[in-house]
């Protein structure tokens, strides 16, 4: 018989396990454009409603974005009233693929790219049966159209399309994305066109400022419907993401600035080009220069014009892209570390995450890690069989950024940045002792030679580490299942300084840790030997922020509830800042220092002591 304290003893693990769990739910949240049940659409066009677009040609003086306006007027005007914008502009043409649920053939099989209430600009439109919205369109490749429908977005009846819109050149050159190559010297260009290899070459033209230019060729990948692992990726998510070029410019001068731009040259002679753009090499390992760092996980997309009532969902994200832009000047490198664009299976987002960051990732190295949102699907050898990725199964992820991984499907990389070595792990892939991950993570930290690069530095997307989340603190783990089970040896025996994570849309910093106890009672300036490593969650990029158990912990030093980033400067080789920024003001709300020798880094502390013999 259970004693009524008992009971209650069990109850409540549940209650709060359960609660943990829709908390979880909940902050991952789902893309906004799975709100629309497409497949039980059905065609109403009225003869009196129409919705007018213009200009019907867009970026004619090389604009991207540009704005649209729409008017239009309905007999049967209702709140819930809405217009997609459909790409490309003959949405009922797309074929319908058998592996959805729906039963008998639907008239729409493809969701629209972006999607407004028709009252959001015109608050009298239920009354007067008039409106009028501007929206803010990407060049991604294909003309427009925008449908007005009825019925809301569980019900929706299709009253009037528009007239088509489109880019003057719906095939250029866009997104450029810098990524570090497998070498320091090497820095790779990654951008989306329209231009097939049966079109067009693509290349960069690139030198040293003022110097003469040179062209190295790009590589071309594309994806089709077939390689998306299921819906709504391989269903009404899917849409065409167009040519994904990438090119390697090689023996890069260390700190040399570099100007660049995108080409193709057409068959028929003509070239395509993109505007001009700069970077700066990275520095040599080991090479003695201010090198700023800036980590964050988990930003998604937004939309300025108010769209995809995103402003329910990834408030965050851009604002800190807007940060990292205006403080571009002092940024050299970039770790976006998992949960990149939070399409969830709808490809239309892709684009417009690419043209959300370009400004950040045409200047310097933007490095991103996978998360549960790029990878996991049933069955799909993902180590969490969630459906997270909306069918993606990787497959975005690992074409549209370039990473030095020496398998792209298997996302674990390493990368050296002058005096850091960052070692990247994929958490939506078995990292226990045992596996292929697990012996990259080792080779990762045995080959950084600390005294040139004495900062090493662990990113992953799940908190392998520590982290005070509601459900992890309901689950007692204070980490993910299995997180540190197995590295936490690695980190020790191979003194990583700072261990980096995404996926708790938070902030936290924990003391330099080993099996869960301090190893330090310093919070801000570290001096001298450093014996354990500092745990940080920098999940508040920008999706749904996440709580914190009421739970305290030893520690936990510092949490936020709130949107921001992480930014580490090394002085020198014995002198590094890591701060904490909110994406609101860009201001530090945390901060702490290491100053150290190397003879400090040689040190030992618990259970990283090198062998030593009496003998002489
Ligand atoms: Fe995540």
């Known amino acids: 018989m259970f004693q ?8 409540l693990p549940v209650i709060l396990l359960f609660l943990a769990t829709l908390q ?12 629309i049940a497409i497949h039980e659409a059905r065609f109403a066009l009225e003869e009196s409603a129409f919705i007018k ?19 239009f007027t309905s007999a049967n005007p209702s709140n819930d009233d809405w217009i997609g914008v459909f790409s490309p502009a003959n949405f009922s043409a797309a074929i319908c693929d058998s592996e959805g649920s729906m039963a008998g053939a639907p008239f729409l099989c493809t969701a629209p790219i972006k999607f407004q209430y028709a009252n959001y600009s015109s608050p009298r439109y239920k009354d007067t049966g008039k409106g009028s919205l501007r929206l803010l369109l990407i060049n991604q490749r294909s003309d427009f159209s925008f449908a007005l429908f009825s019925g809301g977005l569980s019900k929706p009846k299709l009253v009037a399309v528009s007239n088509k819109v489109t880019f003057a050149n719906p095939n250029a050159p866009l997104y450029p994305r810098l990524a570090q190559g497998k070498t320091w010297n090497e820095m790779t260009v990654t951008w989306t066109s329209g231009y097939g290899i049966s079109s067009a070459e693509p290349f960069i033209e690139w030198g040293q400022k003022g110097d003469v230019r040179v062209r190295s060729p790009a590589g071309t990948l594309t994806i089709d419907r077939s390689s998306m692992c299921g819906p709504p990726a391989r269903t009404v998510g899917w849409r065409d993401p167009g040519f994904i070029h990438t090119s390697f410019l090689k023996e890069l001068w260390p700190n040399t600035v570099y100007t660049y731009k995108l080409g193709h040259k057409l068959f028929n002679g003509t070239y395509i080009w993109s505007p001009e753009y700069q970077f700066k090499a990275s520095p040599y390992p080991g090479q003695d220069s201010v090198q700023r760092v800036v980590i964050f996980g988990d930003m998604g997309k937004d939309e300025p014009d108010g769209s995809n009532v995103y402003n329910n969902y990834q408030h965050g994200a851009l604002n800190t892209t807007k940060q990292l832009i205006d403080d571009l000047k002092n940024i050299d490198i970039v770790f976006h570390i998992g949960d990149i664009v939070y399409a969830n299976g709808y490809i239309s987002q892709w684009d417009q995450f690419t043209a959300q960051v370009a400004p950040i990732t045409s200047k310097v190295p933007y490095m991103v890690a ?24 990787g497959v975005m992820a690992e074409t549209m950024f370039y990473v030095p991984a020496e398998n792209r499907a298997k996302f674990w990389y390493s990368t050296d940045y002058g005096m850091f070595r960052f070692c990247v792990a994929d ?14 993570i080792e080779r990762c930290f045995a080959s950084a030679d600390r005294r040139k690069q004495p900062w090493l530095i662990f990113i992953a997307h799940r908190v392998l580490g520590y982290s005070s989340a509601s459900w992890y603190g309901a689950q007692g783990s204070f980490e993910e299942p299995m997180g540190r089970e197995s590295l936490q040896k690695l980190w020790q025996k191979y003194k990583v300084d700072i261990a980096f994570y995404g996926h708790v849309h938070n902030y936290e910093r924990t003391c330099p840790i080993y099996q869960n106890i301090c190893l330090d009672k310093e919070k801000h300036n570290y001096k001298g030997p450093f014996n354990g490593t500092i745990h940080v969650v920098a999940g508040g990029g920008g999706s749904g922020l996440a709580d914190f158990t009421p739970l305290n912990t030893t520690w936990s030093l510092f949490k936020d509830h709130d949107y921001g980033f992480t930014k580490l400067t090394a002085f020198d080789h014995s002198n590094l800042l890591f701060e904490y920024k909110k994406s609101s003001d860009g201001k530090v709300y945390d901060s702490f220092t290491i100053n150290r020798d190397y003879r400090d880094i040689l040190a030992c502390s618990v259970d990283n002591c090198s062998p030593t013999t009496l003998a002489s």
């Open 370 to 393: 996978s998360g549960n949102h790029e990878r996991d699907w049933p069955g799909s050898g993902s180590f969490y069989g969630t459906k997270d990725s909306g069918g993606e199964c």
């Open 53 to 71: 677009a213009s200009p019907g040609v867009l970026g004619a003086q090389g604009g991207n974005p540009e704005w649209v306006t729409l008017s």
């Open 24 to 35: 979880e739910a909940s902050s991952h949240g789902d893309n906004p454009l799975a709100g």
């Open 427 to 440: 958490t939506e892939h078995d990292w226990r002792e045992g596996t292929e991950q697990y012996e990259f």
């Open 4 to 11: 009524g304290s008992g009971l209650k003893g069990m109850i």
